[in-house]
């Protein structure tokens, strides 16, 4: 059974800092997708991760993915308080379930002045 | 905007009733997913629909049923709810299958059990 751990699950950073969410998973997949989740609305598809060494960046934030480790990490650099949400990473099922998504907790961000 | 439509937006009902979430995916995509969203489960993967037929279920209540109609909209079918089933509950799509199942999620609808 395909298990998702993130950590940490909350995180409390200052304007300017730069920080690490990691995502640890427990069966092979190579496939890894990053989402935002503002409180109380829905889920935003932020990074689709598709192979070992994969590496995606949109303005702060950056994605990568080591398959073999098992481990995919969402670093934040130079946070701004826009960046405050809750971050999921889900992994993608193999064989029979493939497709199927299973999400890690989420990584509850605040970030203050 | 993902493209992805759910209604009602809130359900307010009361324990022991039937309720049914509806839900339109993105044009083009044919596999439809369903999520529960609360506090202290988290997010967890309901059931999947592929061109109109369940493919994968996970941690679906035998209380709970869903399918997915012709024209690909879906709907979720609550009965004998309780306090606990009180939560958020996402519609997401994809074009599964594909090179990657990036899923879309819907606004939700938030559903309270009193």
């Known amino acids: 059974e395909l298990k998702v751990e993130q950590n940490p699950l909350f995180l409390s950073m200052q304007e300017g800092k730069n920080y690490t969410i990691y995502c640890n998973y427990s069966?092979?997949?190579?496939?890894l997708y990053w989402y935002r989740q503002d409180p109380g609305k829905s889920l935003e598809s932020l990074f689709v991760l598709l192979s070992n060494g994969a590496v995606k960046q949109e303005g702060r934030l950056m994605a990568s993915l080591d398959t073999k480790a098992r481990l995919s990490t969402l670093h934040i650099t130079a946070a701004v308080h826009d960046l405050s949400a809750t971050y999921f990473c889900?992994?993608?099922?193999?064989?029979?379930?493939?497709?199927?998504?299973?999400f890690g907790k989420g990584t509850k961000l605040s970030v203050k002045p | 905007d993902s493209g992805v439509t759910q209604t009602p937006k809130h359900l307010i009902t009361a324990t022991g009733q039937r309720v049914t979430l509806r839900c339109s995916p993105r044009s083009g995509d044919l596999s439809v997913y369903w999520y529960q969203q609360s506090l202290d489960q988290g997010l967890q993967f309901l059931i999947q629909?592929?061109?109109?037929?369940?493919?994968a279920k996970g941690n679906i209540l035998e209380r709970f049923s869903a399918q997915q109609f012709p024209d690909l909209h879906s709907e979720l079918n609550l009965s004998s709810l309780e306090l606990g089933d009180s939560a958020l509950y996402f519609c997401a799509s994809s074009v599964f299958p594909g090179v990657a199942n990036e899923q879309f999620f819907g606004p939700g609808t938030r559903l309270t059990v009193l």
């Open positions: 069966t092979t997949s190579d496939r």
């Open positions: 629909y592929y061109n109109g037929e369940e493919r």
């Open positions: 889900a992994v993608e099922e193999y064989g029979g379930s493939q497709g199927n998504l299973i």
